[in-house]
């Protein structure tokens, strides 16, 4: 990581930055511990398995801006890279991370500016997960910042899969052989189906219990 590389175009530090990009991490992990909390008292039940946040690193910044054809500032980093900050929530089933991004979106203090479902809608590769970029107010000594923070939320197996593709990927640099591409795009779709029958059972069982308390 070198963060030099990054021009600091105005007055605003990198340190400072990152602070900001920090706490915004922080109010969104908050929020999350709050619902799980609340659900785990009115259900019985966590929505959430768990939570991985980071703050990219200055050196996938600059390769992100890089890329997108800008130049390494402070400035362009805050204006064209969303996931400086980012969240991965990983649920059990489906209808949790659902209902997970549900109620963060209600929240008021929140913004949401884009979504992707790449569950509906699954990335060629196969990928599948529901990303939500947000914008979430920061307090600090003498102003608010509103700060983007990408939201990734998926269930254990979609998590399972691309964590695998994307130590897949890194091997070969990209250039991954044809026959390893569609063995990971049948994964892909296996584990979507092993999610989906996971879910029924789940339902048939809860179900199950619902008619023994009647
Ligand atoms: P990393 O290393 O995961 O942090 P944008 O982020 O807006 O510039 P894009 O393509 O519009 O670019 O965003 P998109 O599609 O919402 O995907 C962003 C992130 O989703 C990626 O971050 C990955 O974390 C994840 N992702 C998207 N597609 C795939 C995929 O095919 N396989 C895997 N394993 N992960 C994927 P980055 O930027 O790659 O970085």
Redesign the pocket.
Known sequence: MDKRNIRNSDATSWEEVILIYTSALKAIETKLEILNNEFQHVHSYNPIEHIKSRI?TSS?IVK?LKKNGHEATIENMVEHV??IA?VRIICSFTSDLYAVAEMLASQSDLEVISV?DYIKSP?P?G?R?F?MLVRVPIYLSNRIESVKV?I?IRTVAMDFW?SL??KINYKFEGNVPEHVRNELIECADKSAELDAMMLSLNEEVNQIKVEKQE
Do not use: I
Request: glycine share 6%; aromatic share 6%.
């Open positions: 990219k996938s992100k969303n996931d980012g992707k990335k590769s990928y997960s990303h990408e990734q691309a593709e994307h």
